[in-house]
């Protein structure tokens, strides 16, 4: 008989969003392997998007369905998981919530549980939120981080954590398209919604200097843009609009568009006042794909994410001429780079980040 994974996810497609992202592999490739999967996962959206997508999968997901008493989602939230639990071998949780959730259904039931730990969500500033989490991870059979960085967030509760990278389907990025006619030369990229822990507004205060050695440099911004009115502010300030756009959320292929005329992609993340964190930095993943090299901050999960000195370099943040060194560097051995981007990339397609996922599930049962 097939075993049966539960997964319990904060997030999930069609939104966008890593946690999401994550949560979709993760099934779809325990699926491929023979698991029968079900995902309890929230509506996020108004309307039938949410259900119409999930009619198209090979899994069965069950949404909580939107109310204004929000209240009463996050009780339909632990009845639908602690009925789920009863029948099934393994459960998952991604996601804030999802971990609390499922801690309290583990009472009720037993089964071997994993925990996914993306960053933000471990990384809480109240301590009594800090309190609730750390509570509900000691009820976690195995816990999962996606980066030393993140193992680094819950070292305090002296647990084994093992260390799984984030993942990508390398075969959607492969596809060749037609590159958009991206202003700039350097061409610089970051996806993501516009915000400090994507770190945009990094890039924008050190255009200036940049500007000295690469006049002709431009930054693309490419992403939800729900800190976009600070980063335009701080441009018009510093007297470099005219090398910054943005261009909001772009469609699967024309974001493939956008990458196929970047020269380098860039993340310079930064921790926001509430906690919010890079935990990985699969966008940088989806960009090496296509053979373009990164250039990210230290200090966070992007440090997993980039092999310094191979597919890129690992700045600190701050640091105007390291930053320009190193786009000086990937310019010069721009080949070298970009191969070993692509590389790099193939090692962390879900076909083989999976096996880790279940080696480490299957084991610890």
């Not at 698991?35 to 999968?57: C, H, K, M, N, P």
């Not at 789920?84 to 259904?105: P, R, T």
């Not at 193992?151 to 984030?166: D, S, T």
């Amino acid at each position: 008989m097939n075993k049966k994974i539960l997964i319990i996810t904060s997030e999930f497609p069609p939104l966008p969003g890593g946690i999401g992202n994550h949560a979709y592999h993760l099934a779809l490739q325990f699926n491929k392997l023979g698991y029968l999967v079900q995902v309890i996962t929230d509506q996020r959206s108004e309307g039938t998007a949410d259900f119409d997508f999930d009619r198209t999968l090979p899994f069965k997901v069950s949404r909580i369905t939107l109310k204004r008493i929000r209240g009463l989602m996050y009780l339909n939230r632990i009845l639908i998981t602690i009925r789920a639990c009863k029948h099934s071998d393994y459960v998952i949780a991604s996601g804030k919530f999802s971990l609390w959730n499922v801690a309290f259904s583990s009472l009720f039931f037993k089964r071997q549980t994993l925990a996914v730990l993306h960053g933000s969500e471990v990384n809480l500033k109240k301590p009594v939120l800090r309190k609730m989490t750390n509570s509900a991870l000691n009820q976690f059979d195995t816990l999962v981080a996606v980066s030393q960085y993140t193992k680094q967030l819950v070292a305090h509760l002296g647990r084994p954590i093992e260390v799984i990278p984030n993942g990508i389907d390398v075969t959607t990025w492969l596809d060749t398209v037609p590159p958009l006619a991206l202003t700039g030369s350097p061409v610089l990229t970051t996806v993501g919604r516009v915000s400090a822990r994507k770190g945009q507004l990094e890039v924008i205060k050190q255009i200036p200097e940049l500007l000295e050695t690469f006049p002709e440099l431009h930054y693309h911004c490419i992403g939800l843009p729900t800190e976009a009115v600070a980063c335009k502010r701080m441009a018009l300030n510093l007297g470099v609009s005219e090398h910054v756009t943005f261009h909001g959320a772009l469609s699967t292929n024309t974001l493939k568009q956008a990458l196929a005329a970047t020269d380098i992609f860039v993340m310079l993340s930064t921790e926001s006042k509430t906690g919010d964190v890079e935990g990985f930095g699969i966008a940088i993943l989806e960009a090496n794909a296509l053979g373009i090299p990164a250039i990210g901050a230290k200090g966070c999960g992007i440090e997993d994410a980039i092999s310094d000195g191979v597919t890129g370099f690992l700045i600190d943040g701050d640091n105007i001429a390291h930053f320009a060194t190193s786009i000086k560097q990937l310019q010069q051995n721009y080949k070298y780079f970009s191969q070993h981007a692509k590389t790099w990339a193939i090692k962390h397609d879900w076909s083989q980040i999976i096996k880790q996922y279940e080696a480490v599930l299957t084991c610890a049962h």
